[in-house]
């Protein structure tokens, strides 16, 4: 069973950094993570995403050059997120999905199965 919990979330400024952690506490095992985020009113959409091996990444491109995700651990995911903008502030999920493929990377949301209750990021001008 894949257990995810999402921390780091909390209150920045225009401009400032964040870095949100993903912490799977359930089986090991090959996995894509991902990252979404979605702001009130609007629909979940895809922030970034990490292959199992961690030699492959995706992004959207709102958050190209300013976030970047990493995996330290094979269980821990991080999304360091630098010059935040207002734009930027949404619930955050974590989310994995099983895969054999070590390289592959998914960043559609109903790609995904695992997901983690959401840490709150507000960028404040």
């Known amino acids: 069973q894949v257990q995810l919990t999402e921390s780091g979330g909390g209150l920045a400024q225009v401009g400032g950094s964040l870095k949100l952690s993903c912490a799977d506490s359930g089986r090991t095992g090959s996995k894509s993570t991902g990252w979404f985020r979605q702001a009130r009113g609007k629909e979940r959409e895809f922030v970034a995403a990490?292959?199992?091996?961690?030699?492959?990444t995706d992004y959207a491109d709102s958050v190209k050059g300013r976030f970047t995700i990493s995996r330290d651990t094979k269980n821990t995911v991080y999304l360091q997120m630098n010059d935040l903008k207002p734009d930027d502030t949404a619930v955050y999920y974590c989310?994995?999905?099983?895969?054999?493929?070590?390289?592959?990377?998914?960043?559609?949301?109903?790609?995904?199965?695992?997901w983690g209750p959401g840490t709150q990021v507000t960028v404040s001008s």
């Open positions: 990490i292959s199992w091996s961690g030699h492959n």
């Open positions: 989310a994995a999905e099983v895969y054999s493929d070590y390289d592959i990377v998914l960043r559609a949301v109903l790609e995904y199965t695992h």
